[in-house]
């Protein structure tokens, strides 16, 4: 059994690489040259108006390609008796769809049945980065849409009560290593989020404490008023770091003075060689910018879609 499952893992990590082979930067130059600033339009109104939509989308292209490849299967419609990715219990406060559709819209017009919704979906999450104040970068591009999307299915995706081991393993099924699971982590920059992410550090922590004994007293008080034991408000939650709508090294920073939000952040500092990155980062909002590029480029070029898709909500 365990010769299988490493020959299947062995024959996904082969398919990782040989797609990223697949991408180019300049895939669209001669197909679609105003591509890219259409979809940065599309996010820049967006932004405009709505201050949380730069984490949305970096949230939704993240949650995308931890479930078949970057294909845009996050972005489909249940129909029927199908219950599609968007509707799994990790999903159902993603949000900011609009600003897919809006791009696709566009792009649409300048180049018709050209651009995959998987590959807008990418560019928006750059874009999202570099408006929020982060860095910029090339985004390879030729992905396929994929026409599968199962609610089921988004019980792959890492939680936020996940211990190292359950993030590594997760991480490392999708051709991630450890400075990829700590870089991708400080997404967490931009957000917000729900008190049920965090309820089980803040109250019924273990049979012995009611809080994480690795929260910052004051701040877990914080969180605790926020968040009582029986919360009734549907909305109260909590911003991910300091500077919610700034995509820069907080994240780090606070996780080092007891002050972050999910069990799987503080699982970064229950690993040696985790705990490293994360004092690396926190020291040097550079060195994080130029890993989490390398990451989130390489996160992005798992590939798992065939077509492109006229209508990003839904196939023909």
């Not at 893992?9 to 591509?35: G, Q």
């Not at 920059?189 to 273990?206: E, K, V």
């Not at 990451?295 to 879609?305: A, L, R, Y």
């Amino acid at each position: 059994m365990a010769a299988i499952v490493s020959v299947v893992l062995a024959l996904f990590i082969l398919s990782i690489s040989s797609s990223v082979s697949s991408l180019s930067s300049n895939y669209y130059d001669k197909t679609c040259p105003h591509l890219e600033s259409a979809v940065t339009s599309a996010v820049k109104t967006a932004v405009s108006n709505d201050k949380t939509v730069p984490a949305a989308l970096l949230r939704m292209h993240f949650h995308d390609c931890f479930i078949r490849g970057c294909d845009a299967s996050v972005l489909l419609e249940s129909k029927g008796k199908n219950q599609a990715e968007k509707d799994g219990p990790p999903n159902i406060s993603l949000h900011a769809f609009y600003v897919i559709d809006n791009a696709k819209k566009a792009v649409e017009a300048l180049c018709p049945g050209v651009v995959s919704c998987a590959d807008i979906l990418a560019l928006a999450a750059r874009d999202s980065v570099a408006l929020s104040g982060g860095p910029t970068w090339e985004v390879p591009k030729g992905r396929k849409d994929g026409r599968i999307s199962k609610a089921t299915e988004t019980r792959q995706l890492p939680a936020p009560t996940f211990n190292i081991s359950q993030l590594q393993q997760s991480f490392s099924q999708r051709g991630l290593s450890l400075e990829d699971l700590v870089a991708l982590s400080g997404g967490h920059t931009l957000g917000f989020t729900h008190c049920s992410s965090f309820q089980n550090r803040i109250h019924s922590f273990s049979p012995t404490l009611d809080v994480d004994p690795s929260l910052q007293p004051s701040f877990a008080n914080s969180l605790r008023s926020v968040c009582p034991a029986h919360n009734k408000v549907k909305s109260a939650g909590t911003t991910l770091d300091s500077t919610t709508t700034t995509f820069d090294n907080a994240y780090f920073k606070l996780l080092l003075q007891g002050k972050s939000i999910f069990s799987s952040d503080q699982a970064l500092l229950t690993n040696p060689t985790t705990k490293a990155l994360v004092y690396k980062f926190a020291s040097s909002q550079k060195k994080f910018e130029n890993a989490f590029v390398k990451s989130i480029i390489k996160m992005s070029s798992i590939t798992g879609g065939q077509e492109i898709r006229l209508d990003c909500k839904a196939v023909r």
